[in-house]
């Protein structure tokens, strides 16, 4: 390993980092926690002989900052030995499996990387550390200081990620002849036996499914389902007067009976107008100790891997809402129903006679002829006259013949 590499290790610092979480809009979990290394704030171990042209290693336990508003640290150890940390290079948590070198020792040991992490410097204090070598018959000196911690749980770390072991006859080439005992028997501890591997942890996540929905007033929306590794700590609410967040029952909800497997309803009341709204859930859950974190664009701008020395709770949000539309309203039994007209086909009039009765005309009383037709007597008359014409004629000639 080359000596500027060395160098570059020794200023390697507190990781500052951002959580970018999602608020659910399919099921949602948190997104991975990304962040960036800092050069300052770390704490410093000795530095260690680790073999040929690894004989001065710094040791440092780097801390890690969550960007999530409260301000939370995280600490962290190197398993990349023989890549630079770039102080200006993003970094994201990835799973195991993703671990960038795919020829490391790292993929065989890490179950066992994770049991020093466990047992290690700075899960396990100094104090009851000294009390397990102890236990075990093995003599330290003064006890197990910070430093020497930091040192024997970084060089245990390597053992497994890359394969490098401690010069237990000379561990550290700069530090004091008593530590260098210490480190080696802290060492010997957290590689030993007793390490039985621990495996990786779920990474937390908070969900609620579906992320939207729909339906009607004076129903129950949902149900939304909650997914969580973490928990519950708040309810918050943006929906109009009168819409409640309640169980399967009506019964509103609080944030402390909101579970891993809770299923959530939106109850709008039946007169309410057409709208919508949402609800958030705030969770706590922790980055647990063995979480891995990896260069972003890694493959163009490599930067040394990292994995959690101490797990720290941090805050996960997930949202829901509904839209809903006014129920129609059904005719009421007091509203009569519309009327529905047929058509029928006219029935024939059968006559009751073969005579039909003239109709009757209208009197005269004025002594005049109607104007609108001539009346039945005029006729009549003509024929009494012409008939008294002709007698006197007739009785006329025979008078004249006697004569």
């Known amino acids: 390993m080359a000596r500027r590499l060395k160098l570059a290790r020794a200023g390697a610092a507190v990781v500052g980092a951002s959580v970018a979480v999602m608020t659910a809009a399919i099921p949602a979990g948190a997104d991975p926690v990304s962040g960036h290394v800092d050069d300052h704030g770390y704490t410093n171990g000795y530095h260690v002989n680790v073999g040929k042209n690894y004989d001065d290693m710094a040791t440092s336990l780097i801390g890690f900052q969550v960007d999530d508003g409260s301000r939370t640290e995280l600490q962290m150890y190197c398993v990349e030995i023989d890549t630079r940390i770039d102080t200006q290079h993003g970094m994201v948590e990835k799973s195991w499996d993703s671990y960038p070198n795919p020829k490391s020792p790292f993929h065989a040991n890490r179950s066992k990387i994770n049991w020093i992490l466990h047992y290690g410097y700075p899960v396990v204090g100094t104090e009851a550390l000294a009390k397990t070598l102890t236990d075990q018959g093995v003599k330290v000196t003064n006890g197990i200081s910070d430093k020497e911690a930091i040192s024997a749980t970084q060089a245990a770390v390597w053992h497994f990620s890359d394969g490098k072991n401690l010069d237990e006859a000379n561990p550290l080439p700069k530090g004091p002849m008593d530590s260098g005992a210490d480190v080696v028997a802290l060492y010997k501890y957290l590689t030993g036996n007793d390490n039985v591997g621990i495996g990786e942890q779920p990474t937390p996540a908070l969900a609620i499914s579906p992320a939207d929905a729909t339906g009607v007033t004076g129903d129950k929306i949902g149900p939304f389902t909650v997914s969580t590794t973490g928990q519950v700590t708040k309810l918050t609410t943006k929906l109009p007067a009168g819409v409640k967040v309640v169980d399967a029952d009506g019964k509103e909800l609080t944030s402390e009976q909101v579970k891993d497997g809770s299923k959530l309803f939106l109850d709008v009341p039946a007169d309410a107008k057409e709208g919508n709204g949402t609800f958030e859930l705030t969770a706590t859950a922790g980055v647990d100790t063995g979480r891995l974190f990896v260069g972003e664009?890694?493959?163009?701008?490599?930067?040394?891997?990292?994995?959690?020395?101490?797990?720290?709770?941090?805050?996960?949000?997930?949202?829901?809402?509904?839209?809903?539309?006014?129920?129609?309203?059904?005719?009421?039994?007091?509203?009569?129903?519309?009327?529905?007209?047929?058509?029928?086909?006219?029935?024939?009039?059968t006559p009751t006679s073969t005579s039909a009765t003239p109709a009757p005309q209208p009197k005269?009383?004025?002594?005049?002829?109607?104007?609108?037709?001539?009346?039945?007597?005029?006729?009549?008359?003509?024929?009494?006259?012409?008939?008294?014409?002709?007698?006197?004629?007739?009785?006329f000639l025979r008078r004249r013949k006697r004569a």
């Not at 990292?306 to 809402?321: C, F, P, R, T």
């Not at 104007?371 to 006729?379: C, H, K, L, M």
């Open 297 to 349: 664009n890694y493959a163009e701008q490599p930067t040394q891997s990292l994995i959690v020395a101490k797990a720290e709770k941090s805050e996960i949000v997930a949202s829901a809402g509904a839209k809903w539309t006014e129920k129609e309203v059904s005719p009421t039994s007091s509203e009569a129903p519309p009327t529905t007209t047929t058509e029928t086909s006219p029935v024939p009039t």
């Open 364 to 395: 005269n009383t004025s002594g005049a002829l109607a104007e609108t037709g001539a009346s039945i007597f005029v006729p009549v008359l003509i024929g009494v006259v012409l008939l008294a014409g002709g007698v006197g004629s007739l009785l």
